[in-house]
């Protein structure tokens, strides 16, 4: 499989209060990630993902209803931050099937969302601008939580199990495919969102919107209803 193609190098320098807010947030975040998981990548997967689907949500609820208040077009955010918690969603039910979650760290995600889902929601009713911010510094540091977990598997530390059968589904992998094929698309997709929560962060500040990230291709997940009608 041909790895996709994402800029290592992209980093948004903090500039001002808000963005230092949410650099330092995100570096304390990635402190505790560190400490606790250490070197398991996979584990660090399982719970990290859930925390990664909460601001898609958050976002797309609250543009939404601010759009209704306003009787406005939201200029394709809400769908787009949809698609977001959509995508890093499937990223858990990916991790889940590789590293199985102990009872410890189901209590974990338990507590962990319910703290952050509160926190982030305050936040975004506070500063959208900061909370897309945030997104952003987190995906930088997913990105390079993914490339540690490349190296992990490329130096023999970690086995390169088969992909769970959710993952080809999803992305589209051949039937041989490993987990190294689905970091590098998980690892694109996190560079998708780092840049894309960047531009929003920048066109609520009125600064220019850089380039994205392609988002690797993936399937339409459709409701049920959809598929029996």
Known sequence: MTAPFIDLSVHHNPKGLSDRVAYGFTKVLRWC????????YG???????????????VGATINHLACLRRMCDDKGWIKTLMDEAENERMH??????ISKPTLFERAVIIGVQWVFYI??????????????????YFEEEAVISYTHYLAEIDEGRSANVPAPKIA????????????????????ADE?????????????LAGLPVGPVA????????????KKAA
């Open 33 to 40: 990630a560190d400490t606790f998981f250490a070197e398991r």
């Open 43 to 57: 584990h660090r997967a399982v719970v990290l993902e859930t925390v990664a689907a909460v601001p898609g949500m």
């Open 92 to 97: 858990l039910m990916t991790f889940i099937e």
């Open 119 to 136: 926190c982030f929601f305050a936040l975004y009713l506070i500063s959208s601008k900061t909370a897309h911010r945030v997104v952003g």
């Open 168 to 187: 080809k589904d999803y992305w589209g992998l051949p039937a041989d495919a490993t987990l190294r094929d689905v970091v590098l698309v998980v690892r």
């Open 191 to 203: 560079a998708h969102h780092r840049d894309v929560n960047h531009g929003f962060a920048n066109e």
């Open 214 to 225: 392609e988002c690797p291709p993936h399937v339409t997940l459709e409701p049920n209803w």
